[in-house]
């Protein structure tokens, strides 16, 4: 029983960081896209 | 007359059994129901012949080391060679920009795999063994190759029976979910208009797929063969340079895979495999997954809305679960129901691939935690 409750933990757990993740990473591209534009048209 | 004596008794007809005939009708009503009712046609179709087929008595065409289907399933799937190709041409077919545009409703596919931990630990809990209870929650993701791919790998005896549970429920979205999402939302949150996203460059949406497959792969690495595969297709499909390629992926390469699918699929349903009180559970607890799914997205888009200010839709939640795109069809539609010009399909379809990565994710840490 402990084993299934800490895998439904990590498991849920890891989804979620994994999304932060992904999350994070969408912001920090479209921030470099954003600057690279600026930089190209000034 | 004793010759033809010995002719009835090599034939098939001598070694029937009731269970056969029991998979038959089985396979029959799959059939009416892809054919008639146009449930999942591509998938159920080909899995109620395989059915059909692998309950004809001394066909042994899963005899292993010499049947056709047995060959199909050793190779296809065994070898984790189809899912994967399902996956390309799954990625040739997404377009990332609803999630690149609204980036935060990722964490709606997050929550929509509450579902499938949950009915793991209930499946657990009614006496499957860890890697029965995973394979069974995974159904809960909405997602076919996902659960195909988890089950050969964590309990391949219950593969057919948690394919057909998947891709019928799937079949069904358009009734099990509508009155969870009425349920759990009032009429003014179902009204919420979505704030319009940003624009997405071209070369954000070339980035996403490549940064995505770093990540996710350095995360949950037994994800790999799904995620590489599904991040690898989108790159076909956003670079612009690979028309053929991409072509190739979304219509021909997808519609051979999937007809290599179905059959071993259905194939592995005979009598004595799935003539078992606990199939009945497996069905059970698909369905307990699909709802959940639904609910704890729902739940998520509402907990969303009490940290921020800019309110989404908590029907977008809904479509968390990633059966493409009919989740996210069915959210527009309920969404429409109580606002006709509320117009929520294109951002459901965030969440809804969203959906289709946490499910991959989910059953990547299953792999790590119970392999």
């Known amino acids: ?42 | 007359m004793d010759k033809f004596g010995e002719l009835l008794q090599t034939s098939g007809f001598f070694y029937l059994t009731p269970g056969m005939l029991v998979m038959w009708l089985i396979a029959f009503a799959l059939i009416y129901l892809a054919i008639a009712k146009n449930y999942e046609p591509l998938l159920l179709l080909p899995i109620g012949f395989g059915i059909l087929l692998v309950n004809l008595p001394l066909a042994d065409l899963m005899k292993p080391g010499e049947g056709l289907l047995w060959r199909f399933y050793h190779y296809g799937l065994q070898w984790e060679v189809i899912p994967p190709l399902i996956f390309l041409g799954l990625g040739a077919l997404t377009d990332f920009g609803p999630v690149l545009a609204n980036p935060r409703l990722i964490f709606l596919g997050a929550g929509a795999q509450g579902g499938v931990y949950l009915t793991f630990f209930v499946a657990y809990f009614m006496g499957f063994d860890l890697k029965e209870a995973a394979t069974i929650g995974i159904i809960g993701g909405a997602d076919g190759p996902t659960t195909i791919f988890l089950a050969t790998k964590m309990a391949p005896h219950l593969l057919g029976s948690c394919a057909v549970a998947a891709y019928s429920y799937m079949a069904l979205v358009p009734i099990i979910q509508p009155p969870i999402m009425r349920l759990l939302t009032t009429k003014k949150e179902r009204c919420i208009r979505m704030k319009k996203g940003r624009k997405v460059s071209h070369l954000e949406k070339i980035l996403f797929p490549v940064v995505a497959a770093i990540l996710l792969i350095l995360l949950v690495p037994p994800s790999a063969p799904l995620m590489a595969m599904f991040m690898l297709g989108n790159l076909f499909r956003e670079a612009k340079v690979v028309e053929r390629l991409t072509s190739a992926a979304q219509n021909e390469l997808l519609n051979i895979v999937t007809i290599f699918l179905g059959l071993p699929v259905g194939a592995t349903m005979n009598a004595e495999n799935f003539l078992q009180p606990k199939v009945l559970f497996i069905f059970f607890l698909g369905l307990f997954a699909f709802m959940v799914s639904t609910a704890t997205g729902l739940l998520l888009a509402k907990l969303m809305n009490l940290l921020s200010r800019d309110k989404i839709n908590p029907l977008l939640g809904a479509a968390g679960v990633s059966a493409v795109p009919m989740a996210a069809r069915v959210v527009h539609k309920v969404g429409a129901e109580a606002d006709k010009k509320n117009y929520l399909l294109m951002y459901a379809m965030g969440p809804n691939v969203a959906g289709v990565i946490g499910t991959v994710m989910a059953a990547g840490i299953f792999l790590t935690l119970l392999n």
Not at chain 1, 12 to 40: D, H, N, Q, T
């Open chain 1, 1 to 42: 029983m402990n084993q299934a409750i800490g895998i439904f933990v990590v498991g849920l757990g890891g989804v979620f960081v994994g999304m932060a993740l992904l999350y994070i990473a969408i912001r920090v591209v479209a921030l470099v896209v954003e600057r690279i534009g600026a930089g190209k048209e000034a």
